[in-house]
Each structure stands twice: as structure tokens, then as C-alpha cells.
T-cell receptor, first 115, second 116 residues
Framework: AQKVTQAQTEISVVEKEDVTLDCVYE???????LFWYKQPPSGELVFLIR??????QNEISGRYSWNFQKSTSSFNFTITASQVVDSAVYFC????????????FGSGTRLQVQP | ETGVTQSPTHLIKTRGQQVTLRCSSQ?????VSWYQQALGQGPQFIFQ???????GRGNFPPRFSGLQFPNYSSELNVNALELDDSALYLC???????????????FGEGSRLTVL
């Protein structure tokens, strides 16, 4: 069985602060994929990043960075110099490497960035 | 490029009724997945369709059923509605395994169902 835990229900920061969203996962598979999705108030989930289980390199994309640590089963997401537009619910998700592309989502972290 | 569109955006039903939700997938995408998102929770996988056949199912009872049409659009049907079916229903389109990036789903804005 797969499980994704996002222990932080809600985080509030002031604009320009850095913020890290935590994600811990459980799986028995040796090959799997991890994701982060953003859900703005409009409702649709927006893909941010995918990482496969064999690639532990950290990734940076603009103000976003991701830290994948297999040893601790964590895939954390950091926003540097947060902006009001970053306010949304962020979901971490896990998928097996099978033909069926079902994602197991965490319960999400609501990020509020205050001006 | 046309994105994923869902209809209706909001609807209210009563217990025991049936509902049909519709989804038009992103242009060129041949796989459609449906997710249920209860308030304050993460989305839960209902099922996936590829080439008009169900290609995987989550932990949902048979009263949740679906269809995929030749143009890859899809429907989600829920019979005998229960109060706990109140949720945001999200449709996501993607390419099949080997045709695109695994897990990169393109979501619609959802249909919010309220069951009274």
C-alpha cells in the first residue's frame, strides 16, 4: 500500500519569506514517481514537478526547489522569496511505475502568503 | 491547445438520485482519470479510461461508473447518491504509458457536487 503524509495542514508566511513544505511517503515499490501539484482557488491541479525513485538529485526551477531524500522517504518543496501568487494548496503525490497512472495524494498543505 | 473542460461546474442532488459528470480531455490526450476530492482532503483516484475501457480502479463501489468515447471525452456516473458523495470531482487527461511523461496529468477545474 502507498501513503503520502503532509503533516503541515496550513502555513502562513509574509511575502519574501522562504517556506518549506514537507512530504513523507511510504511505498514497497523500488521504482516509483513523486510529484508536486499546486491547486489554486479555481480548483484545477497544476503539475509542478516529477521525480523518479532513481534520481535523487535536487532540482531548482526559479524560486522553487525540491529536495528528494530516499533515506528518509521525503520529498520536500521549498519556495524562496514567496509571493502572494504562491498562495494555494500544494499536494505531494506518489505513483507506481505501472500502466495505470493513478496518483496517491497527500492531504495537502494550504500556503497563505500575506503581503 | 484546448485544456481539460468539465461540466457542470456545480450541481446539487438529493440522496438516492443519479448524476452524470462530463469531461473533455486535452487535445491529443487518450487517457482520462477521475478523482474525488472531499473538502480539505487530497484527491482520491476513482478510475482511469484508455481506449474506451476501464484501465484501473480505486477503492470505490460499483455505483461509480464511467465511459470514455472515441473522441476521448469521458463521463462519470454515480448512482444512488449518498451524502458522503459530496465532493469536487476532478477529471484529468494524459497520454498513455510510453507516450508522455508519467504522472503529468492535466486537470480540469472540477465539478462540485452537493448531495442533500
Amino acid at each position: 500500500a502507498q501513503k503520502v503524509t503532509q503533516a503541515q495542514t496550513e502555513i502562513s508566511v509574509v511575502e519574501k519569506e522562504d517556506v518549506t513544505l514537507d512530504c513523507v511517503y511510504e511505498t514497497r515499490d523500488t521504482t516509483y514517481y513523486l510529484f508536486w501539484y499546486k491547486q489554486p482557488p479555481s480548483g484545477e491541479l497544476v503539475f509542478l514537478i516529477r521525480r523518479n525513485s532513481f534520481d535523487e538529485q535536487n532540482e531548482i526551477s526559479g524560486r522553487y526547489s525540491w529536495n528528494f531524500q530516499k533515506s528518509t522517504s521525503s520529498f520536500n518543496f521549498t519556495i524562496t522569496a514567496s509571493q502572494v501568487v504562491d498562495s494555494a494548496v500544494y499536494f505531494c503525490a506518489l505513483s507506481q511505475d505501472t500502466g495505470r497512472r493513478a496518483l496517491t495524494f497527500g492531504s495537502g498543505t494550504r500556503l497563505q502568503v500575506q503581503p | 491547445e484546448t485544456g481539460v473542460t468539465q461540466s457542470p461546474t456545480h450541481l446539487i442532488k438529493t440522496r438516492g438520485q443519479q448524476v452524470t459528470l462530463r469531461c473533455s480531455s486535452q487535445s491529443g490526450h487518450n487517457t482520462v482519470s477521475w478523482y474525488q476530492q472531499a473538502l480539505g482532503q487530497g484527491p482520491q483516484f476513482i478510475f482511469q479510461y484508455y481506449r474506451e475501457e476501464e484501465n484501473g480502479r480505486g477503492n470505490f463501489p460499483p455505483r461509480f461508473s464511467g465511459l470514455q468515447f472515441p473522441n476521448y471525452s469521458s463521463e462519470l456516473n454515480v448512482n444512488a447518491l449518498e451524502l458522503d458523495d459530496s465532493a469536487l470531482y476532478l477529471c484529468a487527461s494524459s497520454l498513455a504509458k510510453g507516450q508522455g511523461r508519467h504522472g503529468e496529468l492535466f486537470f480540469g477545474e472540477g465539478s462540485r457536487l452537493t448531495v442533500l
